[in-house]
């Protein structure tokens, strides 16, 4: 029954039905380009509709109107195992997110060989509360002792932190498979996502120590040491052992088709495998890394850039469905920096130089043009890469990533016609270098709005340090088993 209306209601002025109204743009969705206004009421979308009223009124006349970007994968404020921690902090990362047009991100929590993950865990929360983003955590897992595996990481699981990550490579990450089977086992038991760095440790050490003693050591040789074989081999692995647990995995960073081509395989038979690629792998080659000097740092990351082809192979896979997140892999040092990219001065072999790039700003601008101003993809498939996809694999749908009453009021205003060349200082983290510098790019965020509030406008990110919120995964569907295991047997509800 509706309650009466009073008689002080009856006499005044129609009330607006909400307190925000982004008016006149363009919607777009998962799978709808519209007009419509978006109504907003304590943060969350109330309406999608026409000539919706507003107390006050957002205009997006001319603009796209998008979910808020969700990066479900950044280095941000990430400790370092020597101490210390990312040059990328919560209020810079979160500046670079919300002026690059994201509103969530998950981040890392890290593990360092032979100590436990709840301590580290609740560090990263303490830091994470200057975020102006919405966040959760990846938990890695670097050493799958008895006491990590069955007692701290299902309290990390049911703390909300839903999901894992492992590295197949790296000196101080990397597991065997031994390790990465109890990991995927102890996510099966209790409900979480897998997330895997597939290169081949082994044979990466193999090739370096060989570039190393031929004199080999430019930046360049990064590509040497970890050609696409190496990427290959260790997805198809880490996808093999994920089968006979019955555990979801996402591949993280796909480099180029013929490693999307497990992932495809894997999808045809039924198995729950994703596949993420990010903008590097579409822009940058193996050949920027040979610049002159050591000018070639800034490229590198790991898998390493390959080449046209498999950027243009890439797009296809992205096109099919195989690879349906592309997230920034935002690296949180810079090139100058004494901590950064020269920690170990500019003659350092390349084997000696930290991997990664930064792009947690960028993502949305180069995929934007490289994609949809480009014609290789639509708006619709740009919304699910950057936003609902993401959201959905990770548990956090539809709270995040959709333009749907009841879910977060974080969107993007973009305008799909502003021509930009890409300097650092638009990106505004506080890594000293984009690798997209000089870039001439076509569509660009004009205003991002985070639960309801006006997050940045024109550039200027206006968010105060604090206001962003942890995102407790709870269980969710997509990432159950299949309940296929080899003879019936599901070793993995035996904590061995
Ligand atoms: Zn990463």
């Known amino acids: 029954m509706l309650p009466a209306r009073s008689a002080e209601q009856e006499g005044a002025q129609p009330m607006a039905d909400y307190e925000t109204v982004v008016a006149g743009g363009t919607v777009v969705t998962a799978y709808d380009v519209f007009r419509a206004d978006v109504g907003i009421n304590g943060g969350t979308i109330a309406a999608v509709g026409l000539d919706l009223k507003g107390d006050s009124r957002i205009d997006a006349d001319g603009l796209l109107v998008l979910p808020g970007g969700v990066d479900t994968h950044c280095h941000i404020e990430q400790l370092k195992e020597n101490g210390g921690a990312d040059e990328e902090t919560w209020t810079s990362g979160s500046t670079s997110a919300l002026a690059g047009g994201t509103t969530s991100v998950i981040t890392f929590s890290a593990q360092f060989k032979g100590g436990g993950v709840l301590g580290p865990l609740a560090e990263y929360h303490r830091r994470a509360k200057q975020a102006m983003v919405d966040y959760s955590f990846h938990q890695i897992i670097a050493d799958a002792s008895d006491d990590v595996i069955f007692k701290e990481v299902p309290q990390v699981i049911a703390s909300g932190v839903r999901s894992l990550k492992v590295f197949l490579t790296y000196e101080n990450s990397y597991i065997d498979d031994r390790q990465l089977l ?3 086992a102890v996510a099966r038991r209790h409900g979480a996502l897998v997330t895997v760095h597939c290169e081949n440790y082994e044979a990466i050490n193999w090739r370096t120590k060989a570039l190393l003693a031929a004199g080999k050591v430019e930046p360049k040789y990064h590509a040497w040491s970890r050609p696409s074989m190496i990427e290959r081999e260790a997805t198809h692995r880490a996808i093999a052992l994920a089968e006979l647990v019955d555990q979801p995995i996402q591949v993280f960073h796909v480099s180029c088709p013929e490693v ?3 992932i495809a395989t894997a999808q045809a038979r039924g198995l729950k495998v994703w596949g993420e690629t990010c903008p590097q792998y579409f822009v940058l080659s193996a050949d920027d890394m040979d610049r002159p000097g050591f ?8 898998p390493s850039p390959r080449d046209a082809a498999a950027s243009a192979g890439l797009w296809d896979m992205v096109r099919m469905g195989t690879l349906d997140v592309v997230s920034s892999d935002h690296s949180g040092w810079g090139y100058n920096s004494p901590v950064g990219k020269r920690v170990h001065g500019t003659n350092a072999p390349f084997s000696d130089i930290p991997n990664g790039v930064p792009g ?7 995929l934007f043009h490289e994609g949809v101003s480009k014609g290789r993809i639509d708006l619709c498939q740009f919304v699910r ?6 959201a959905r694999l990770f548990g956090l749908a539809p709270r995040k990533g959709s333009i749907t009453p009841g879910a977060d009021a974080d969107l993007v205003l973009w305008d799909p016609k502003k021509q930009v060349t890409i300097t650092n200082d638009l990106l505004q983290h506080v890594i000293d270098y984009t690798p997209y510098e000089g870039m001439q790019i076509t569509g660009w965020p004009y205003a ?13 990110v206006q968010a105060p340090p604090g206001s962003g919120q942890f995102l407790p995964r709870g ?5 159950k088993p299949t309940g296929r295991v080899p003879f019936g047997f599901d070793a993995s509800a035996y904590e061995v």
Do not use: H, Q, W
């Open 475 to 479: 269980p969710y569907d997509l990432i």
């Open 295 to 302: 000018e070639g740092a800034k490229f590198m990351c790991s």
């Open 360 to 366: 947690v700003g960028s993502r949305l601008p180069v």
């Open 448 to 460: 991002t709005i985070r639960r309801g509030e006006v997050a940045m406008r024109d550039g200027k």
């Open 260 to 262: 999307a081509a497990e």
């Open 385 to 390: 890469l950057t936003a609902t996809n993401p």
């Open 182 to 184: 109890r990991v995927l």
